[in-house]
């Protein structure tokens, strides 16, 4: 039950970066350091070996390298970088961090794609009565924090964590 509760921290933050990136294009550090402290309680709770958490470890040092690159580069935000890290975390070296990866530059994608059609369109759609947020018209910035929350949603079920703690999410 408690490894369970612990589980839910993961959703719950990937909930609120979506929201706060959408309305401020800003995802809060608090939220990756509180996914990062999550896993390191609920890891043990849930008795992942050592081992395995080594490659949990693993796992967020290549996904931060190769974020750190983008970053430097223009290309992402820092905001992303670290949530990215924080989610690599809990998926671990293995194919749900794969799963995981397909799925955000997916919805990503389209993400961008429907921001694109909404900016080009915004008097259109002001004009209608329709609201959206303003920082999704005056920034020029994309809220992939969007994305990563989708896909981390979309993702979680097959993470190592909760294949270990909730067996009826077995594939």
């Known amino acids: 039950m408690v490894t369970a509760v612990l589980l839910a921290i993961f959703p719950f933050c990937l ?42 470890l693993a796992a967020a040092g290549a996904v931060f390298a190769v974020c750190l690159a983008l970053f430097a580069a223009g290309v992402m935000g820092g905001g992303d970088a670290k949530l990215l890290t ?9 194919m749900s961090l794969m799963e995981f990866a397909v799925y955000v530059s997916f919805i990503g994608g389209m993400l961008t794609l429907i921001i694109v059609i909404l900016r080009s ?15 999704l018209l005056v920034s020029k910035k994309i809220p992939y924090g969007i994305a990563i929350a989708i896909g981390g949603f979309m993702a979680f079920p097959s993470s190592p964590l909760v294949q270990l703690v909730l067996p009826a999410f077995k594939a």
């Open 15 to 56: 909930a609120m970066a979506a929201i706060n990136d959408l309305f401020s294009m800003t995802i809060p550090n608090r939220i990756s350091l509180i996914l990062i402290a999550g896993f390191a309680v609920a890891a043990p709770v849930a008795g992942v070996p050592l081992q395995e958490i080594g490659l949990h």
């Open 86 to 94: 924080a989610c690599a975390l809990w998926f671990g070296l293995n």
């Open 121 to 135: 369109q915004a008097e259109s759609i002001l004009a209608m009565g329709l609201r959206l947020p303003g920082s």
